[in-house]
Protein backbone atom coordinates (compact mmCIF):
# COMPACT_ATOMS: atom_id res chain seq x y z
CA UNK A 1 0.00 0.00 0.00
CA UNK A 2 0.86 3.20 -1.14
CA UNK A 3 1.88 6.09 1.69
CA UNK A 4 -0.51 8.21 -0.09
CA UNK A 5 -3.26 5.60 0.40
CA UNK A 6 -2.05 4.79 4.64
CA UNK A 7 -2.64 8.48 5.03
CA UNK A 8 -6.02 8.44 3.20
CA UNK A 9 -7.05 5.49 5.46
CA UNK A 10 -5.60 6.71 8.90
CA UNK A 11 -7.89 10.13 8.19
CA UNK A 12 -10.72 8.25 7.42
CA UNK A 13 -10.55 6.31 10.65
CA UNK A 14 -10.25 9.51 12.60
CA UNK A 15 -13.20 11.33 11.00
CA UNK A 16 -15.30 8.05 11.91
CA UNK A 17 -14.03 8.05 15.28
CA UNK A 18 -15.00 11.73 15.83
CA UNK A 19 -18.46 11.07 13.94
CA UNK A 20 -18.78 8.36 16.46
CA UNK A 21 -18.16 10.77 19.57
CA UNK A 22 -21.11 13.22 18.17
CA UNK A 23 -23.57 10.59 17.95
CA UNK A 24 -22.59 9.11 21.38
CA UNK A 25 -23.10 12.88 22.75
CA UNK A 26 -26.47 13.63 20.52
CA UNK A 27 -27.88 10.68 21.98
CA UNK A 28 -27.13 11.48 25.53
CA UNK A 29 -25.62 8.92 26.54
CA UNK A 30 -22.39 10.73 28.71
CA UNK A 31 -19.10 8.10 28.76
CA UNK A 32 -18.82 6.74 32.48
CA UNK A 33 -15.33 8.51 33.68
CA UNK A 34 -12.71 6.53 34.90
CA UNK A 35 -11.66 6.86 38.42
CA UNK A 36 -8.06 7.05 39.17
CA UNK A 37 -5.92 4.75 41.42
CA UNK A 38 -6.45 6.24 44.92
CA UNK A 39 -9.81 8.33 44.37
CA UNK A 40 -12.29 8.62 46.43
CA UNK A 41 -15.45 8.25 44.99
CA UNK A 42 -18.10 11.09 45.34
CA UNK A 43 -21.08 10.78 47.81
CA UNK A 44 -24.38 10.13 45.55
CA UNK A 45 -27.06 12.23 47.46
CA UNK A 46 -29.25 9.81 49.30
CA UNK A 47 -32.92 10.20 48.58
CA UNK A 48 -34.51 11.14 51.77
CA UNK A 49 -36.39 8.27 53.62
CA UNK A 50 -40.45 9.71 53.27
CA UNK A 51 -41.98 10.40 56.47
CA UNK A 52 -43.99 8.54 58.52
CA UNK A 53 -47.70 9.14 57.75
CA UNK A 54 -49.26 9.65 61.87
CA UNK A 55 -52.02 6.89 62.58
CA UNK A 56 -55.26 8.85 63.21
CA UNK A 57 -56.49 7.82 66.18
CA UNK A 58 -60.40 8.21 67.15
CA UNK A 59 -61.20 11.42 68.90
CA UNK A 60 -62.89 10.56 72.33
CA UNK A 61 -66.42 10.94 72.51
CA UNK A 62 -68.18 12.18 75.24
CA UNK A 63 -71.73 11.47 76.05
CA UNK A 64 -74.17 13.41 78.36
CA UNK A 65 -72.55 15.68 80.81
CA UNK A 66 -69.55 15.38 78.96
CA UNK A 67 -68.43 11.56 80.20
CA UNK A 68 -64.80 10.88 78.79
CA UNK A 69 -65.09 7.74 76.46
CA UNK A 70 -64.42 4.24 78.49
CA UNK A 71 -61.64 3.53 75.73
CA UNK A 72 -60.04 7.08 75.35
CA UNK A 73 -58.75 7.32 71.82
CA UNK A 74 -58.36 3.12 71.35
CA UNK A 75 -61.64 1.99 69.00
CA UNK A 76 -63.45 -1.43 70.96
CA UNK A 77 -66.84 -2.56 70.02
CA UNK A 78 -67.19 -3.93 73.22
CA UNK A 79 -66.05 -3.97 76.78
CA UNK A 80 -66.13 -6.10 79.84
CA UNK A 81 -68.19 -4.51 82.58
CA UNK A 82 -65.17 -3.28 84.87
CA UNK A 83 -64.29 -1.41 81.74
CA UNK A 84 -67.65 0.11 81.35
CA UNK A 85 -68.40 0.32 85.90
CA UNK A 86 -64.63 2.72 85.70
CA UNK A 87 -66.94 5.29 83.44
CA UNK A 88 -69.82 4.88 85.53
CA UNK A 89 -69.15 4.93 89.12
CA UNK A 90 -67.48 8.58 88.43
CA UNK A 91 -70.93 10.02 86.77
CA UNK A 92 -73.37 7.99 89.62
CA UNK A 93 -70.86 9.24 92.51
CA UNK A 94 -71.06 13.11 90.90
CA UNK A 95 -75.02 12.64 91.02
CA UNK A 96 -74.55 11.94 94.66
CA UNK A 97 -72.38 10.67 97.09
CA UNK A 98 -74.38 8.21 98.63
CA UNK A 99 -75.08 6.15 95.81
CA UNK A 100 -74.61 2.95 95.97
CA UNK A 101 -74.01 -0.01 93.08
CA UNK A 102 -76.75 -2.30 93.32
CA UNK A 103 -77.47 -4.20 89.55
CA UNK A 104 -74.84 -4.76 86.73
CA UNK A 105 -76.68 -6.06 83.34
CA UNK A 106 -74.93 -7.16 80.54
CA UNK A 107 -75.83 -7.21 76.88
CA UNK A 108 -79.16 -5.59 77.63
CA UNK A 109 -81.56 -2.41 77.03
CA UNK A 110 -83.07 -2.50 80.66
CA UNK A 111 -83.34 -5.63 83.44
CA UNK A 112 -85.93 -7.64 81.07
CA UNK A 113 -85.09 -6.63 77.25
CA UNK A 114 -81.88 -8.77 76.73
CA UNK A 115 -80.15 -8.04 73.47
CA UNK A 116 -78.60 -10.62 71.43
CA UNK A 117 -74.30 -10.00 71.68
CA UNK A 118 -72.26 -12.83 71.14
CA UNK A 119 -69.68 -10.90 72.21
CA UNK A 120 -70.45 -11.88 75.84
CA UNK A 121 -69.37 -15.62 75.05
CA UNK A 122 -66.21 -13.51 75.48
CA UNK A 123 -67.43 -11.56 78.49
CA UNK A 124 -68.05 -8.51 76.97
CA UNK A 125 -71.01 -6.41 76.03
CA UNK A 126 -71.89 -3.68 73.25
CA UNK A 127 -73.78 -1.82 76.54
CA UNK A 128 -73.75 -2.56 80.18
CA UNK A 129 -76.44 -0.93 82.46
CA UNK A 130 -75.91 -0.05 86.05
CA UNK A 131 -78.47 0.73 88.54
CA UNK A 132 -77.41 2.64 91.37
CA UNK A 133 -79.74 3.24 94.57
CA UNK A 134 -79.72 5.32 97.74
CA UNK A 135 -82.30 5.96 100.47
CA UNK A 136 -85.08 9.10 99.81
CA UNK A 137 -83.84 10.16 103.02
CA UNK A 138 -80.65 9.31 105.71
CA UNK A 139 -81.48 5.89 107.40
CA UNK A 140 -84.97 5.76 106.09
CA UNK A 141 -86.30 2.70 104.70
CA UNK A 142 -89.21 4.30 102.36
CA UNK A 143 -88.62 5.05 99.59
CA UNK A 144 -85.14 5.45 97.44
CA UNK A 145 -83.74 7.50 94.48
CA UNK A 146 -82.42 5.43 91.56
CA UNK A 147 -80.10 5.92 89.02
CA UNK A 148 -79.61 3.63 85.90
CA UNK A 149 -76.53 4.43 83.27
CA UNK A 150 -76.12 2.75 80.13
CA UNK A 151 -72.47 2.76 79.25
CA UNK A 152 -71.14 1.54 75.72
CA UNK A 153 -67.41 1.74 74.54
CA UNK A 154 -67.55 5.47 73.96
CA UNK A 155 -69.23 6.39 77.13
CA UNK A 156 -72.24 7.29 78.62
CA UNK A 157 -75.32 6.24 76.30
CA UNK A 158 -77.90 7.44 78.67
CA UNK A 159 -78.83 7.63 82.11
CA UNK A 160 -82.09 8.30 83.73
CA UNK A 161 -82.95 9.09 87.56
CA UNK A 162 -86.33 8.63 89.30
CA UNK A 163 -87.34 8.91 93.09
CA UNK A 164 -89.57 5.17 94.07
CA UNK A 165 -91.26 7.28 97.35
CA UNK A 166 -94.01 4.74 97.12
CA UNK A 167 -91.49 1.71 97.50
CA UNK A 168 -89.66 0.19 100.15
CA UNK A 169 -85.66 0.75 100.34
CA UNK A 170 -83.68 -1.13 97.84
CA UNK A 171 -80.23 -1.36 99.53
CA UNK A 172 -77.28 -3.13 98.33
CA UNK A 173 -75.71 -5.20 100.51
CA UNK A 174 -72.29 -6.24 99.16
CA UNK A 175 -69.69 -3.70 98.75
CA UNK A 176 -68.05 -3.02 95.42
CA UNK A 177 -64.49 -3.54 96.50
CA UNK A 178 -65.38 -7.19 97.06
CA UNK A 179 -66.21 -7.21 93.46
CA UNK A 180 -63.39 -8.88 92.40
CA UNK A 181 -64.43 -10.90 89.15
CA UNK A 182 -64.79 -9.02 86.35
CA UNK A 183 -67.41 -10.14 83.47
CA UNK A 184 -64.62 -12.46 80.78
CA UNK A 185 -64.10 -14.48 84.28
CA UNK A 186 -67.58 -15.02 85.60
CA UNK A 187 -67.87 -16.26 81.68
CA UNK A 188 -64.51 -18.40 81.40
CA UNK A 189 -65.84 -19.79 85.26
CA UNK A 190 -69.33 -20.86 83.40
CA UNK A 191 -67.62 -22.13 79.78
CA UNK A 192 -65.46 -23.95 82.03
CA UNK A 193 -68.18 -25.65 84.27
CA UNK A 194 -70.01 -26.72 81.19
CA UNK A 195 -71.71 -24.00 79.08
CA UNK A 196 -68.84 -24.32 76.45
CA UNK A 197 -69.82 -28.31 75.68
CA UNK A 198 -73.27 -27.43 75.71
CA UNK A 199 -73.14 -24.51 73.21
CA UNK A 200 -70.45 -26.77 71.25
CA UNK A 201 -73.58 -30.07 71.27
CA UNK A 202 -76.38 -26.90 70.92
CA UNK A 203 -75.18 -25.10 67.70
CA UNK A 204 -78.87 -23.92 67.57
CA UNK A 205 -78.64 -22.13 70.93
CA UNK A 206 -74.87 -21.22 70.93
CA UNK A 207 -75.12 -17.05 71.34
CA UNK A 208 -71.46 -16.75 69.63
CA UNK A 209 -72.48 -18.33 66.20
CA UNK A 210 -74.08 -15.47 63.55
CA UNK A 211 -76.15 -18.61 62.56
CA UNK A 212 -77.93 -20.03 65.43
CA UNK A 213 -81.19 -19.25 67.20
CA UNK A 214 -82.29 -15.57 67.05
CA UNK A 215 -83.38 -16.44 70.92
CA UNK A 216 -79.88 -17.82 71.62
CA UNK A 217 -79.31 -14.86 74.14
CA UNK A 218 -77.07 -15.36 76.57
CA UNK A 219 -77.05 -13.26 80.03
CA UNK A 220 -74.88 -12.26 82.93
CA UNK A 221 -76.06 -9.96 85.71
CA UNK A 222 -74.30 -9.02 88.76
CA UNK A 223 -75.59 -8.34 91.89
CA UNK A 224 -75.20 -7.13 95.24
CA UNK A 225 -77.47 -8.63 97.42
CA UNK A 226 -77.44 -12.33 99.10
CA UNK A 227 -78.69 -14.72 96.14
CA UNK A 228 -82.15 -16.18 96.19
CA UNK A 229 -83.39 -18.35 93.53
CA UNK A 230 -86.94 -20.38 93.17
CA UNK A 231 -86.21 -22.34 90.76
CA UNK A 232 -83.24 -24.20 92.12
CA UNK A 233 -83.16 -23.17 96.09
CA UNK A 234 -86.88 -23.36 96.81
CA UNK A 235 -86.64 -19.29 97.91
CA UNK A 236 -83.79 -20.21 100.27
CA UNK A 237 -80.13 -17.56 100.17
CA UNK A 238 -77.51 -19.62 98.58
CA UNK A 239 -74.53 -19.94 101.36
CA UNK A 240 -71.44 -18.54 100.78
CA UNK A 241 -72.36 -15.86 98.82
CA UNK A 242 -70.01 -12.88 99.66
CA UNK A 243 -73.22 -10.56 98.79
CA UNK A 244 -71.48 -9.71 95.37
CA UNK A 245 -72.33 -12.85 92.56
CA UNK A 246 -73.09 -13.14 88.79
CA UNK A 247 -75.18 -15.43 87.42
CA UNK A 248 -74.85 -16.82 83.93
CA UNK A 249 -77.93 -18.44 82.12
CA UNK A 250 -77.68 -19.75 78.80
CA UNK A 251 -80.63 -20.15 76.44
CA UNK A 252 -83.14 -21.72 75.92
CA UNK A 253 -85.68 -19.97 78.92
CA UNK A 254 -82.48 -20.44 81.01
CA UNK A 255 -81.42 -23.60 79.90
CA UNK A 256 -77.94 -23.60 82.04
CA UNK A 257 -78.08 -20.99 85.07
CA UNK A 258 -74.38 -20.80 86.81
CA UNK A 259 -73.85 -18.55 89.87
CA UNK A 260 -70.78 -17.42 90.71
CA UNK A 261 -69.29 -15.33 93.75
CA UNK A 262 -67.93 -12.34 92.20
CA UNK A 263 -65.57 -11.87 95.46
CA UNK A 264 -63.08 -14.99 95.04
CA UNK A 265 -64.97 -16.81 91.84
CA UNK A 266 -66.55 -19.86 93.60
CA UNK A 267 -69.06 -21.33 91.79
CA UNK A 268 -71.95 -21.31 94.15
CA UNK A 269 -74.69 -22.97 92.00
CA UNK A 270 -75.09 -24.65 88.61
CA UNK A 271 -78.68 -25.68 87.29
CA UNK A 272 -79.82 -27.77 84.77
CA UNK A 273 -83.66 -26.01 84.00
CA UNK A 274 -84.81 -29.80 82.44
CA UNK A 275 -84.19 -31.14 85.82
CA UNK A 276 -86.39 -28.86 87.74
Not at 60 to 73: C, E, F, L
Not at 183 to 195: D, L, Q, T, Y
Amino acid sequence: MGKATQSFVMVSLAVLLVLAGCSNGASGKAATPTRLPGATASASPTKAAPKPTPTRTATPSAGPGGTPSAQGDTFKEALTAKEAFAVADPVAKAADASYRLFEVWGCTDNSTNYAKDEHLVNGECVTWVFRYTRPMKPGSYEGYHELLLWVGPNGILKREETLKDKAAAVVAKGDVADWKVDSKEAIEIAEREGGKEYRQQNPRWDPGLFQSDENAVLTAHLEFVPYFDVTYTGGKEIPGAKSVVWTVKYPPADRYVYVIDAYNGTLLLKGDATKH
